[in-house]
């Protein structure tokens, strides 16, 4: 009798006790948010639609009727139907485009009559936008050109620009100012300058830069504002060194060519 009852005794105790662990291991994977596994037989106690994440159903084994796992409702996987794929979309942003205008200044040739690209010896066209003049010179010669503003179509106080195309292609242009009748000076300022091409062909010298319309220094550099008027004046030599370019190679517009934005920009 008494080893009866020691034997159902031990065993209680061991009873409690495996209840007791599994209730604590359970409890610690409630707190996981993972399904409920039976140690023995590595498969789901409990799998409801909450373990399978609202994404799928269980799934049931035939033989004992014990959950084994979800079967995910797609997009989702995983065990228990915690993922899903990720998209990434790229935005490109949508860009306007920037429309630059330009406008016609105006144009003068020589001599007086001539066919424009044809029986001129010398041409000058200026174009505009809001930050620079764009100015294109040819001339019948293979020398330096050069364009000039004044404020009456004589050369003492001319804003003076010079260009040449050596043999070897290369451009040179100079910023320069004649304060009288009489080789003009280099200016100090050559950054209102840039953007210089140049080509010499068949004896022909065909040349185009940029030139900023503002100017820091308007002593010099005759700004081009919106209703600024000058005269323009045109030269051209024999060679690429700069020198008198003699009676016949100079010549100034008849009248004064103004800006004006509401006429040219239309």
Not at 33 to 38: M, N, Q, S, T, V
Not at 57 to 76: L, S, T
Not at 158 to 173: E, H, M, N, P, R
């Amino acid at each position: 009798m008494a080893r009866t009852v020691m034997f159902f005794l031990v065993v209680g105790l061991f009873a409690a006790a495996w209840t007791e662990v599994n209730s604590m291991g359970n409890g610690n994977m409630e707190k996981a948010g993972r399904p409920l596994y039976d140690a023995r037989v590595n498969r789901p106690l409990d799998c409801r639609r909450t373990r399978c994440n609202d994404h799928g159903r269980c799934v049931f084994a035939k033989v004992r009727g014990n959950a084994i796992g979800c079967r995910c409702e797609d997009p989702h996987f995983g065990n228990s139907c915690q993922y899903e794929p990720t998209t990434t979309t790229t935005t490109t942003p949508q860009t306007t485009p920037v429309s630059v205008q330009v406008c016609t200044l105006g144009s003068i040739s020589s001599p007086q009559g001539c066919t424009v690209g044809s029986t001129c010896n010398y041409e000058a066209s200026i174009e505009y936008n809001s930050t620079h003049l764009f100015i294109n010179l040819t001339t019948a010669s293979t020398g330096w050109l050069g364009i000039g503003f004044s404020n009456d179509a004589f050369m003492p106080d001319s804003d003076v620009y010079i260009a040449s195309v050596d043999a070897g292609g290369a451009v040179t242009l100079e910023n320069r100012y004649a304060s009288s009748r009489s080789f003009p000076t280099i200016d100090t300022d050559q950054d209102i300058l840039s953007g210089e091409s140049g080509t010499e062909f068949m004896g022909q010298t065909t040349i185009s830069f940029l030139r900023n319309r503002a100017v820091s220094d308007a002593s010099k550099d005759f700004p081009f504002a919106n209703g600024a008027c000058y005269y323009w004046l045109g030269a051209w030599g024999p060679s690429d060194t700069l020198g008198y370019h003699g009676f016949g190679n100079r010549f100034a517009s008849l009248t004064t060519i103004c800006l004006d934005e509401s006429s040219q920009c239309s």
